[in-house]
């Protein structure tokens, strides 16, 4: 009976995946037909018209892309790496590698790490994409600054990502990791889908809540050992 139970979950869950995916491409899609058919017919600006296009081709292309690697992910035979990495050194590297869209945001992205040397044991790619999609978001949303902090206990690794924009709207928190959800500023709504999806492949987890200064975000993962 569980596993009856389980399958027809399944099932719902894929439903709905489908009926949003449908939902998702269908409006730059539409665009794409629309803005083709002004051009051919010479009712507006071809320019423009093509700008367009291709901005919303440039969507659609990310939008594929986000979804075979978050269907890989989920996919059994997904192979993922076992190697020890240091934490530290894998945030600084994808804070570096944000810092054009941070400034591009007027956003100031400040480290505090506890020690250096934090190490978990995993996948430096898959843990670099999951920081690069959470720390993004919060560039997205910040007024000024996103504050990265990242400490160690016995058992695990707390990392925290924080924002001082507006936070979280009432019951957000819950939903922000669903695939298709997506905020007022959002883009696929798939990013931090596949971030929760990585850290619960690495056995840790992530949450999201309001602080008195914005949204934050909260991911652990299983502590290897610390170098002497």
Do not use: W
Not at 152 to 164: C, H, L, M, Q, V
Not at 176 to 183: A, D, E, L, M
Request: hydrophobic share 35%.
């Amino acid at each position: 009976m569980i596993g009856v139970q389980k399958l027809d979950t399944h099932n719902k869950s894929q439903k709905i995946f489908l009926q949003n995916a449908s939902h998702e491409f269908r409006t730059p899609i539409m665009s794409i037909q629309c803005h083709a058919e002004g051009i051919l017919y010479g009712v507006v600006d071809s320019r423009e018209a093509a700008k367009i296009i291709l901005e919303e081709s440039k969507r659609l292309t990310h939008m594929v892309e986000e979804l075979l690697y978050l269907s890989r992910l989920d996919a059994i035979e997904e192979i993922y790496t076992q190697d020890a990495i240091d934490i530290t050194e894998l945030i600084r590297a994808t804070c570096k590698r944000l810092s054009a869209i941070a400034e591009e945001n007027h956003t100031t992205i400040r480290l505090d790490f506890e020690k250096e040397n934090l190490l978990v044991c995993g996948d430096s790619d898959k843990l670099e994409r999951c920081f690069s999609n959470v720390i993004t978001n919060c560039i997205r949303y910040a007024e000024s600054r996103v504050d990265i902090r990242a400490s160690g206990f016995p058992d695990k690794i707390r990392i925290t990502a924080s924002d001082d924009g507006p936070g979280f709207e009432e019951n957000e928190e819950k939903n922000i990791f669903n695939r298709f959800y997506k905020g007022k500023k959002g883009n696929t709504g798939l990013g931090l889908a596949i971030s929760k999806s990585i850290v619960e492949k690495h056995h840790g987890a992530i949450t999201a809540r309001n602080t008195p200064d914005g949204a934050q975000f909260i991911i652990e993962l299983p502590v290897v050992s610390n170098k002497k």
